[in-house]
C-alpha cells in the first residue's frame, strides 16, 4: 500500500480533533521543524514529532550513542550504539513514519553554523544540554524570527517554555547572564530521572504542534515547571525585557555573539584520565600540540602532531583532515588551545576537546 492511502488512518485521531483537523494536520505536513539534540529531551521530541506526520525535521547532534544515554534517550538502542545519534535517529524515524523528510547535521552547533542550519525552518527545538547552546538557539530565533521551544532536566525537574520573538519574551530576557562556570552541575554528574525527560520532551512536542496548528494557551510568556519529586506543575508568567540584549533590537540590529562558549565561560576540556581513556579506545585520535616547535622538541605527549598556534589555521589545512576525526588539542597549560578550538570550529570539524591543563597537568599524573 502506498504511503499516501495510509495517511487518512495513520492521522485521523488528530483530524478527529476540531482544533486540529486535517487542516491542521496538512500544517503539520508542511511544518518543517529543526531538533537541536538527540538526546533525553530530543528522544521524545523526535518521537512525537515524527509520529504527528511534521513534513520536514531537522536533527544537530554531534555525539555518538553511548551505553549510558539508553536509559532515557528511548529512540536510540544496543543495536545502534557507537553509531552517531544522528544516524540512529534517522533510523528510528524511519521506521516510525517514512513520510517524514530528515535532515542529518552531525555537528555541533556553533556561531559559525547555526544561522545556516536554521534559516530554512518554521521552528527550533531547543533540547540542548548546556548554557552556550541554549544562548545562541535563543538568538539564533530571534534573529531569523522563529520561535524556539526551550526544555530542560535535572535530577527529578524540568522545565519548559517557548521563545517567541514576535509575541514574548527569549531565553535572555529571562536570564540575561549565564550562572558563574561550574555553579551548575551538569545530569553527567548528579543524574536525571530518564523518565522525567520523556515529560518534559513530551510537553515540548506538544506545544510544538499546537504551535504549528495554531492552537492558543501556548507556553509563550509562561516557563512550566515540573517536579517530579512532588508531582507538582507549577506555571511562572515571564516578560520582555526592555533592555534585552538579542530580542530588544530591531530585527536587522541583532547579532550572534563571536563566542557563546566565551560568553558562558565553557570550554570543552577533558581530564588527563579520559584523555588516556580517549586514546586507548581510539587508534584514529588526532593529538595536536600547539606549543612552539622548541617546547614540543623538550617533550611531548607521544604520538601528537606539533601545529604551533601562530600558524594554526594554515598548518592545520595542510593536514586535510577528515571532519568526522576525533581531536585533543593540547598546549603548555591550556590557553593557546582555547584560541585554537576557536579556529578549529570554522572549519567544522565538530569533535574536538582540550586537554585541561596541557602538558603540565598530563605530565604530572602520566609523565614520560
Ligand atoms: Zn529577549
Request: aromatic residues 8%.
Amino acid at each position: 500500500m502506498g504511503s499516501n492511502l495510509a495517511q487518512p488512518s495513520r492521522y485521523s485521531r488528530h483530524e478527529v480533533l476540531p482544533e486540529i483537523g486535517s487542516a491542521g494536520q496538512n500544517k503539520l505536513r508542511n511544518a518543517r521543524v529543526l531538533c537541536i539534540g538527540a538526546g533525553g529531551l530530543g528522544s521524545p521530541v523526535i518521537s512525537y514529532l515524527a509520529a504527528a506526520g511534521i513534513g520536514t525535521l531537522g536533527i544537530v547532534d554531534y555525539d555518538r550513542v553511548d551505553r549510558s544515554n539508553l536509559q532515557r534517550q528511548i529512540i536510540h538502542s544496543e543495536s545502534t550504539l557507537g553509531e552517531l545519534k544522528t544516524d540512529s535517529a534517522f533510523q528510528y524515524i524511519s521506521r516510525l513514519n517514512p513520510d517524514v523528510k530528515i535532515n542529518l547535521y552531525s555537528v555541533r552547533l556553533s556561531e559559525y553554523n547555526a544561522i545556516d542550519i536554521s534559516k530554512d525552518y518554521d521552528l527550533i527545538i531547543d533540547g540542548s544540554d548546556n548554557f552556550s547552546t541554549r544562548y545562541l538557539v535563543s538568538d539564533v530565533g530571534n534573529i531569523l524570527d522563529i520561535p524556539v521551544i526551550w526544555g530542560s532536566v535535572f535530577k527529578f525537574y524540568g522545565q519548559v517554555s517557548i521563545f517567541h520573538p514576535k509575541i514574548g519574551p527569549c531565553y535572555r530576557c529571562v536570564f540575561p547572564q549565564p550562572p558563574a562556570p561550574g555553579s551548575v552541575p551538569n545530569c553527567s554528574t548528579v543524574g536525571v530521572m530518564g523518565a522525567v525527560c520523556g515529560t518534559i520532551g513530551s510537553i515540548m512536542a506538544t506545544e510544538a504542534i499546537k504551535v504549528i496548528v495554531g492552537m492558543p494557551n501556548t507556553l509563550i510568556s509562561t516557563i512550566l515547571i515540573y517536579s517530579a519529586e512532588d508531582s507538582n506543575f507549577e506555571r511562572i508568567k515571564i516578560s520582555k525585557n526592555v533592555k534585552c540584549y538579542s530580542c530588544s533590537k530591531p530585527l536587522e540590529a541583532r547579532t550572534l555573539l563571536p563566542s557563546y562558549q566565551d560568553f558562558c565561560g565553557e570550554v570543552i576540556g577533558i581530564t588527563v584520565h579520559d584523555f588516556e581513556t580517549k586514546r586507548s579506545i581510539n587508534p584514529n585520535l588526532v593529538i595536536l600540540d600547539v606549543r612552539r616547535p622548541e617546547e614540543y622538541e623538550s617533550g611531548n605527549i607521544p604520538g601528537s602532531i606539533n601545529i604551533p598556534s601562530d600558524d594554526f589555521l594554515n598548518q592545520l589545512l595542510i593536514l586535510d583532515l577528515d571532519r568526522d576525526v576525533e581531536l585533543v588539542i593540547y598546549c603548555h597549560s591550556g590557553a593557546r588551545s582555547r584560541k585554537c578550538i576557536r579556529e578549529i570550529e570554522q572549519l567544522g570539524l565538530a569533535n574536538v576537546s582540550i586537554l585541561d591543563g596541557g602538558i603540565l597537568a598530563w605530565n604530572s599524573i602520566v609523565g614520560v
